[in-house]
């Protein structure tokens, strides 16, 4: 039997652990779930430990899998790490650049600065990656990721967040529903109604910016929960099995059976923004030119 572990297994074992989902682990890793329970099934028989409580609820890590956790996100961040020393050191002056980006907006509203940006460091590698964005914290702090264009308001605690954008959200829902003869919906006409929304772990700071809001105006849905992807859940809405509150920039996704309603003034309090996030520990050369590329080029100037 082979023994070695490779870094793949990490990977697989790091998205079980922070999606605590193997369905949605998945999709994040773009495989199909199969292999990914069969990779993580051989990793415990490889350490002789198991590392996940599985149940009909979904996963917890076990106390080995919880100690084992720490140990492999700093195994990753520096394998991250010795490519890039790697990279940089090939005598070209190159190396490379990696930079996330929030999935809550349409791409539209990110500031187009990729193509500037490579054409300013033509030896550098500049990757762009779409996760949720606490990842994109995550993977800045662990070293593994230079910068990212996260969504308000994510907690970032130990990096810089500066604000770049930010627009209202709106109302998804099914073309036949009787709201949709309204132009503009009030908090009061979604009471009680069935809304995608999604879980607090996925986004701490954002969950909390609105709960304090829906507090204040003592407001009260039907929570259902959010499909991984806004492609399949504009598809649920169009099909009648809920609403959403979206940012308005994702009426760029169109959908047949979906109609977009704005928010009245007086019910307009929540929006959306995106900041963009970096450590300012990081030394990389590009980091400057691409903060001022983005400065310049704020979500709707350019």
């Not at 190159?94 to 030896?123: A, C, E, H, K």
């Not at 996704?253 to 450590?279: C, H, N, P, W």
Request: proline share 4%; aromatic share 8%; hydrophobic share 40%.
């Amino acid at each position: 039997m082979n023994n070695s572990i490779d870094l793949r297994q990490f990977r697989y074992f790091l998205a079980v652990s922070e999606e605590l989902n193997f369905g949605r682990a998945a999709l994040r890793l773009h495989i199909s779930q199969p292999p990914l329970s069969r990779q993580i099934r051989q990793l415990e028989d490889q350490l002789g430990v198991e590392l996940f409580l599985r149940n009909k609820a979904g996963v917890a890590l076990t106390e080995a899998g919880a100690a084992f956790l720490p140990e492999v996100r700093r195994a990753l961040a520096q394998a991250e790490k010795a490519v890039k020393v790697a990279r940089a050191a090939r005598g070209s002056g190159g190396g490379q650049f990696v930079v996330g980006y929030t999935t809550v907006f349409d791409r539209s509203v990110i500031p187009d600065v990729f193509d500037d940006l490579r054409q300013g460091f033509p030896n550098w590698q500049i990757v762009t990656r779409g996760k949720h964005s606490i990842s994109l914290v995550r993977d800045i702090k662990n070293g593994i990721m230079d910068a990212a264009f996260i969504g308000l308001h994510t907690e970032t605690q130990g990096l810089t967040a500066e604000t770049i954008h930010e627009e209202p959200l709106v109302v998804a829902l099914s073309a036949r529903h009787p709201l949709a003869r309204k132009r503009k919906l009030g908090f009061d006409d979604l009471r009680g109604e069935p809304m995608f929304w999604f879980e607090r772990r996925l986004n701490p700071g954002f969950y909390n910016y609105c709960q304090a809001f829906f507090e204040k105006i003592d407001f009260k849905f039907n929570a259902i929960p959010e499909p991984p992807d806004h492609h399949i859940m504009l598809g649920l809405i169009a099909e009648g099995q809920g609403i959403a509150l979206i940012s308005a920039s994702l009426q760029n996704v169109k959908r047949q059976g979906v109609v977009f309603r704005a928010l009245k003034e007086d019910s307009a309090g929540l929006s959306m923004g995106i900041a963009v996030t970096y450590s300012e520990r990081n030394t990389s050369p590009v980091l400057r030119s691409f903060l001022d590329l983005a400065r310049e080029r704020k979500a709707g100037r350019v």
